[in-house]
T-cell receptor, first 111, second 110 residues
Framework: DGGITQSPKYLFRKEGQNVTLSCEQNLNHDAMYWYRQDPGQGLRLIYYSQIVNDFQKGDIAEGYSVSREKKESFPLTVTSAQKNPTAFYLC??????????FGQGTRLTVV | SQQGEEDPQALSIQEGENATMNCSYKTSINNLQWYRQNSGRGLVHLILIRSNEREKHSGRLRVTLDTSKKSSSLLITASRAADTASYFCATVTGFQKLVFGTGTRLLVSP
């Protein structure tokens, strides 16, 4: 089955820790995206990548980092510099300017 | 900042009624898309309209785009309780940047 997979579904982070969220797609899409969603809010763009080994900052990149070493994978690291990381994180991929396909999300909580 | 602002923020209607949501955006776009999100889940694509199109239909959905006003609307006809969800517009600008609006929460009561 083709699709986009995020893991884990739930993640707990201690203060001062870095954590990495996984996003994998087998749709052969060039573009991949990371969004943050706070309760009752819209999606805010963190980072996006149009091609392997290249990525651009979105509107709220501070405290986050990404890599795009493979077409299929676009992991997001939430660093200790992100002061308020508790949120729902969504990954998406798309082919050129067509519809985006979303993963089921990772809910990150700071404990 | 959000590219799109949606109006209303929340909408409550009865089954069988039509629901209209509006989206305004700030910059030139390649296309505009509408998505649906059920609570706590990922988003599902509904419809895409390109910058050179003015209207598009898909089943009970009708989307319009007015690039001179930088606005779009989504009409859901004959709403059902199962249409209850949040609806988001999203714009694609240069370099495949996909930016979402603030969303409209739709509640359809039986």
């Amino acid at each position: 089955d083709g699709g986009i997979t995020q893991s884990p579904k739930y993640l707990f982070r201690k203060e001062g820790q870095n954590v990495t969220l996984s996003c994998e797609q087998n749709l052969n899409h060039d573009a991949m995206y990371w969004y943050r969603q706070d309760p009752g809010q819209g999606l805010r763009l963190i980072y996006y990548s149009q091609i392997v080994n290249d990525f651009q900052k979105g509107d709220i990149a501070e405290g986050y980092s990404v890599s795009r070493e493979k077409k299929e994978s676009f992991p997001l690291t939430v660093t200790s510099a992100q002061k308020n990381p508790t949120a729902f994180y969504l990954c998406a991929s798309s082919f050129e300017d067509t519809e985006a396909f979303f993963g089921q999300g990772t809910r990150l909580t700071v404990v | 900042s959000q590219q799109g602002e949606e109006d209303p923020q929340a909408l409550s209607i009865q089954e069988g009624e039509n629901a209209t949501m509006n989206c305004s955006y700030k910059t030139s776009i390649n296309n505009l898309q509408w998505y649906r999100q059920n609570s706590g889940r990922g988003l599902v694509h509904l419809i895409l309209i390109r910058s050179n199109e003015r209207e598009k239909h898909s089943g009970r959905l009708r989307v319009t785009l007015d690039t001179s006003k930088k606005s779009s609307s989504l009409l859901i006809t004959a709403s059902r309780a199962a249409d209850t969800a949040s609806y988001f517009c999203a714009t694609v600008t240069g370099f495949q940047k996909l930016v979402f609006g603030t969303g409209t929460r739709l509640l359809v009561s039986p």
